[in-house]
């Protein structure tokens, strides 16, 4: 691999947390309706991503984690529709080319058995071996020793790691809302010796449910599940723009609604958008003052209450290809979204 893949893989795969967003959302993008996370030695030694989708088809293995390779583009126009969380194909290759190694298992419904691959820097497979390990169908990605050829990255994980687990659960979180029809799971482990234990000390479970609200009701209590309620709104002028939101009922008790850190989960198509940085930085403060208004407190108080809103609109009206990781975002006419928002509050 030449210097410059090299360091373009570094610029896609930032951190320990880039590993395991593009790992979630390869599984979303398959279908799963499970995804469990295992990480052993807080990610440094391994990380591991199990789920239960699609597969990949044989004729596919061979090229998955070449770089450019993606299943899920066929052409340049597609970019205009695309719904899919990947379309660069450059995730699995820049992964692999900056760990130690890694084993791909994969296994599609039609296949009889399930098949383990190792995958070398250039993302090329080899030492293909059956597996038992996946019953129906399903993908298990594992990296080894992520940033071991990237030291000075590698050290600042190191160094990270009293904030990594919390990072790592919040980074699921964001998935596990958007996607109440999906179990999440996820545990920590220190063995190094290869041994994945399926439960720990330190495991989390968000099963499956059938609402957002019913998943905010697991993962934080149902005292915040009865202080939210949810809208729906389309705009009336502009039909392919929906809202959905999760805020704040009126009244509800503030030592409820600003429990917790910052509780705020904005998504475009239930893609987790990173709101500080973009332009609907202002939706988020929209929200704050009228929960604000809504319950008397003075102007001081610049904390978030929890809100949950995803921009449900046609994907040729914003762009999301702008920073590797696509939390950033460029809309087409973001006064139309705030409108709508205004409109609900
Ligand atoms: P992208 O997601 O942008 O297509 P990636 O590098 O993340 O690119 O993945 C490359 C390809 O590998 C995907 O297009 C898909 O075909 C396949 N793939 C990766 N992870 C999985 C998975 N968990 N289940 C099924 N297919 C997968
Ligand atoms: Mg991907």
């Known amino acids: 691999k030449t210097t410059i893949q090299h360091l373009h893989s570094g610029q896609v795969i ?142 600042l994980a190191k160094k990270n790691i009293p904030q990594s687990t919390r990072k790592f659960q919040d980074l699921i979180v964001q998935y596990a809302l958007a996607h109440p029809n999906v179990r999440f799971s996820s545990h920590q482990a220190r063995d190094t010796v290869g041994y994945i234990p399926n439960t720990g000390n330190n495991s989390w479970i968000k099963p499956a449910t059938t609402s957002i609200e019913k998943t905010i009701g697991i993962i934080y209590g149902s005292q915040l599940a009865n202080a939210v309620e949810r809208f729906v709104e389309t705009d009336i002028h502009h039909p392919t723009l929906t809202i959905d939101m999760i805020l704040p009922k009126r009244n509800s008790d503030p030592s409820v609604i600003y429990k917790g850190g910052d509780r705020v989960f904005v998504y475009v198509n239930q893609r987790p958008i990173n709101y500080v940085k973009s332009e609907l930085k202002e939706l988020v403060t929209s929200v704050r003052n009228r929960y604000r208004e809504n ?29 590797p990781n696509k939390t950033t975002i460029y809309f087409q006419n973001k006064q139309l979204i705030f409108n709508l928002v205004d409109k609900i509050l």
């Open 14 to 155: 930032v951190d320990l947390e880039a590993i395991v967003k593009e790992l979630i959302e390869n599984s979303l993008d398959a279908n799963a309706t499970s995804i469990e996370v295992v990480f052993i030695n807080n990610g440094l030694e391994s990380i591991q991503v199990k789920d239960d989708g699609d597969g990949i088809e044989e004729n596919d293995r061979l090229c998955v984690a070449k770089r450019h390779y993606t299943s899920k583009l066929v052409k340049f126009d597609d970019l205009e529709s695309i719904s899919s969380y990947g379309f660069r194909g450059e995730a699995l290759n820049s992964m692999c080319a900056i760990s130690e190694n890694a084993i791909i298992m994969t296994k599609t419904k039609e296949d009889v058995i399930g098949k383990q691959y190792d995958v070398d820097k250039e993302g090329f497979i080899s030492n293909e071996k059956p597996t038992n390990s996946i019953s129906k169908s399903g993908t298990n990605v594992t990296l080894y020793k992520p940033f071991y050829n990237l030291p000075v990255r590698r050290q």
């Open 295 to 323: 319950v008397g407190l003075n102007e001081n108080n610049r904390k978030n209450p929890f809100m949950y809103i995803d921009i449900q609109m046609s994907p040729d009206e914003y762009d999301v290809n702008i920073d």
